[in-house]
């Protein structure tokens, strides 16, 4: 059978035109899928009866099926935990910001870099996320909410860039008119520095934010949270990241999960400081660990965190503390899914 969903318009083109129908029927398609949230070939009324019957035989639209759907007290962040075709589970979340819907969505099922501060990488990685399985995730919230999706970021369950092909061609889809027709710059992806195909990113000609899983100030902090420090130099993920700056024109983000009495000393703040002020209108996001029953490890106090990031912005860096979502909800990655596979065996 053939999947409709993540093929783009000239591919679903090619599908049409060569079942011997209209290519003109594509653009239909799409607009039934992507802008009326309609997935079955029988209620896509304006198509003809032999296109109908053409792709209930020889097509699928794959949408995910929604085991577990959560949502904030204030109704701010909604979170899904999805079963694909294979069983396999993964999660999405939607965060409503003042200046629209945002999704963050997972590129893997699992994950295998193994950072201790992150629960979506307990059982390792099972498999990449196809395309259509990374935009289905999109999809269902758009359906859910019959609102339009304002932005993208790829910081759920996963490394993109270890799935990059699969990453990108999403990401160009969600992109296109004919579906969701998102700008390129209000995506962010989310890499913990997979050097090689941050370079390949910058010569992708799509703008689109690069954000940088940092969490550490030095090489050795960096390994003893983030196993990949120990194939990535931190000088060199910082020459990539640099690379990347340079070709797209578009400010990096640094991304700093506090973790007391690991990476949140005064110390630390400064070799912060120090280490990204050479990034023109780069931000550091800085994150409190999201500690839980699964991650044994604790937030710094509210005094703390203020103090690190006065530190870290003396160096005139822009320097932002995220807003807490989602706790409520399980809406750090993995969370949700080990509570309910938890749920399922009792």
């Not at 409503?96 to 990488?121: D, E, H, L, P, R």
């Not at 506090?258 to 990204?276: C, M, P, Q, R």
């Amino acid at each position: 059978m053939i999947e409709l969903l993540g093929k783009n318009l000239t591919e679903l083109q090619a599908v049409i035109t060569e079942a011997k129908f209209p290519r003109f029927r594509a653009k239909q398609i799409m607009d039934y899928i992507y802008k009326r949230y309609i997935f079955d070939f029988d209620a896509m009324q304006q198509l003809p009866g032999d296109l109908r019957e053409w792709l209930k035989a020889n097509c699928v639209i794959s949408v995910p099926k929604v085991i577990t759907e959560k949502t904030a007290p204030d109704g701010l962040t909604k979170k899904l935990l999805l079963e694909m075709a294979d069983g396999n589970r993964v999660e999405t979340v939607l965060m409503k910001q003042q200046y629209g819907n945002s999704v963050c969505v997972s590129s893997q099922v699992g994950c295998a870099m193994g950072c201790i501060f992150c629960a979506s990488t307990t059982d390792g990685l099972y498999r990449n996320l196809e395309t259509h399985e990374i935009v289905a995730q999109v999809l269902l919230f758009g359906a859910l909410l019959k609102e339009r999706i304002h932005s993208i970021v790829v910081m759920g369950a996963g490394e993109p860039l270890q799935n990059y092909t699969n990453t990108i061609n999403a990401l160009r889809l969600l992109h296109e008119k004919e579906a969701f027709d998102i700008g390129y710059r209000r995506m962010t992806l989310s890499t913990c520095g997979v050097v090689e195909n941050i370079y390949l990113l910058a010569d992708e000609g799509i703008p689109i934010t690069l954000a940088l899983s940092l969490h550490a100030p030095n090489d050795t902090i960096r390994r003893e949270i983030m196993p990949i420090g120990a194939h990535y130099a931190l000088a060199d993920v910082l020459a990539a990241v640099k690379t990347y700056y340079e070709k797209t024109d578009r400010r990096v983000t640094f991304e700093y999960i506090l973790i007391d009495g690991v990476n949140s000393s005064i110390d630390n703040a400064h070799e912060l400081g120090a280490l990204v002020k050479s990034f023109p209108n780069c931000n550091v996001n800085l994150i409190p660990v999201n500690g839980n029953e699964h991650i044994k490890l604790f937030k710094p106090s509210r005094r703390q965190t203020e103090a690190f990031r006065n530190i870290v912005a003396s160096y005139g860096v822009s320097v932002t503390v995220r807003k807490e979502m989602g706790d409520a909800i399980q809406a750090a990655c993995g969370q949700l899914k080990i509570q309910q596979a938890k749920k399922e065996a009792e």
